[in-house]
């Protein structure tokens, strides 16, 4: 079964600053990772994701993950924060392969703040 | 633009009560599946549509249903709303299995 674990519920950063937020996953087979973005009152609007391939994987607005298998770990980077940036995000996981192809397992979300 | 659009934006219904949501996705995009988003949390998975048989379905019970029909729309129907039925439901469609989900902007529903 899939499962995805969020550290963090809230992250809270000064504008300019690094954003890390954390995502680990756990799944019987490789597994597809993505990151959402949510903002207020808005659906889900893709960031990044990883199929095959590279494991550094560039998304928009700046950000990008790593997929690192040793580790189990998505984490979702930007060097430097905006204020813009301010909304939930959700990392979710999807079996590569099976009767499930495609269903998407979410975190329950890291809401991240950016100050002034 | 996600291509995939959502109606109602928002409603309230009464406990016990039934309601639609409905779904409007790209050409060719035959998948679709449906998400419920309780406040506060990551969306669930309710079910899966391909090419208008249901092929997946999470954790709900019987009287979450869905249609998807052949012109890329489809329908979620719930029965006998609970207060605990209140939440974002998100519609997602994609064209082939692996390809990008694009998601709607969901239904607010409010069972009261």
């Known amino acids: 079964a899939q499962s995805v674990t969020q550290l963090g519920s809230h992250v809270s950063v000064s504008e300019g600053a690094l954003v890390l937020l954390r995502c680990n996953y756990s799944s019987s087979v490789p597994p597809y990772l993505f990151w959402y973005v949510q903002y207020p009152n808005q659906g889900l609007q893709l960031l990044l994701k990883y199929t095959t391939g590279a494991t550094l994987v560039k998304g928009i607005n700046g950000f990008e993950a790593e997929f690192k298998k040793s580790e189990t770990s998505f984490h979702l980077t930007k060097p430097s924060a905006h204020m813009s940036d301010a909304a939930e995000y959700f990392c979710?996981?999807?079996?590569?392969?099976?009767?499930?192809?495609?269903?998407?397992?979410f975190g329950r979300g890291t809401q991240l703040t950016v100050w002034p | 633009e996600t291509g995939v659009t959502q109606s109602p934006t928002h409603l309230i219904k009464t406990r016990g009560q039934q309601v639609t949501l409905r779904c409007s996705s790209q050409s060719g995009h035959n998948t679709v599946s449906w998400y419920q988003q309780a406040l506060g949390q990551g969306p669930q998975f309710i079910f899966q549509y391909y090419r208008e048989e249901e092929n997946g379905r999470g954790n709900f019970p019987p009287r979450f249903s869905g249609l998807q029909f052949p012109n890329y729309s489809s329908e979620l129907n719930v029965n006998a709303l609970e207060l605990d039925d209140s939440a974002l439901y998100l519609c997602a469609s994609r064209e082939g299995q692996l390809d990008t989900i694009y998601f709607g902007e969901g239904s607010w529903l409010t069972v009261v």
């Open positions: 979710a996981v999807s079996e590569a392969g099976g009767s499930t192809l495609g269903r998407l397992y």
